[in-house]
């Protein structure tokens, strides 16, 4: 029972609080609306700096890349 109950508390915890959300709501339509002002040369650079932000994103967020281990080029120790 207690391994039920700590996944709701870990969820609770994890989820952001309404009022953030609201913020974050009310940040976007405020956002949305200023880009209706915009004059068409001004949301297509917006768009194409998207675009570059997601494409570089999806490469960031992908399997990172792991190279191969340096061979080991030291002669070996001999007793004396």
Avoid: C, N, Y
Wanted: hydrophobic residues 40%.
């Amino acid at each position: 029972m207690s391994a039920f109950e700590a996944d709701g508390w870990a969820r609770a915890q994890a989820m952001p609080a309404k009022e953030e959300i609201r913020r974050v709501r009310r940040l976007i339509d405020r956002v949305q609306a200023d880009l209706g002002d915009l004059t068409p040369e001004d949301r297509a650079q917006i768009e194409q700096a998207i675009t570059l932000v997601r494409r570089s994103r999806t490469v960031m967020i992908g399997i990172p890349r792991v190279g191969q281990p340096l061979p080991d080029i030291r002669p070996p120790r001999t007793l004396l």
